[in-house]
Every structure is written in structure tokens, then in C-alpha cells.
């Protein structure tokens, strides 16, 4: 069976999404470029040519990482701005709850690194 090539994009998310993934498993220091290619199913050349040094992957991953809370972040409180402040924080609560259970990868990365 012939392989379906990737496109740049899928190939940068393919290890971006493997990043994320090892990240969460392994500190930065134990984690390798090697891991992460093999994770995502990609030459360990490719991810050195999107990104030059573990550094330039790992910042990727924290870009990911604020870009998501950000997201999470602005829509929650645009759902309890207008709320009484005690039931919009416990509403938040819930929410940031839910949030860590959807991607707890987030939250893994912040504790280990």
C-alpha cells in the first residue's frame, strides 16, 4: 500500500500534535527530537527543518499552549461577564474544570517543564 504524502501544514501539526503529546510524558530535558519524530510519524529531518534546535519545538508547543488558554479564557469570560460575581466565578471554575479534562496535555506540560 502506497503512503498518502503530507502536506507542510499536516507535516508542521503532525509534529507539533507529537510535541504536545511527549512534552505532557517528559520534561524538556528528557524529551528528544527523536521521540517526538518517531510519535509523529515523521523524519527526524523534517522536524529539524521546521524547527532548527528542541528550543525553537518546545516554544511552538508554548505558543500552542497560550493560544489555547487564550481562547479558553476569552470565551469564558465572555459567558459570565454578565453574570453576579460569585455564580460567574464558580461558572468559570466549571468551565476551567471541563477545560483541563478536554486537554489535560496543557496542564501537564506547565507541571513537568
Known sequence: MKKRK??????QAAILDAACRIFAEQSYTSASIRTIARE???????????????????????EKICSALFQFSE???????????TEGFSLFIHRLIAFSKEKPWIFRIFLLN
Do not use: C
Request: without cysteine.
Open 6 to 11: 503530507r502536506d507542510s501544514k499536516q507535516s
Open 40 to 62: 509523529g510519524g515523521v523524519p527526524h529531518a523534517l522536524i529539524r527543518y521546521y524547527y532548527p534546535t528542541k528550543a525553537d519545538l518546545f516554544e511552538a508547543v508554548a
Open 75 to 85: 470565551n469564558a469570560f465572555q459567558e459570565v461577564s454578565r453574570m453576579e460575581r
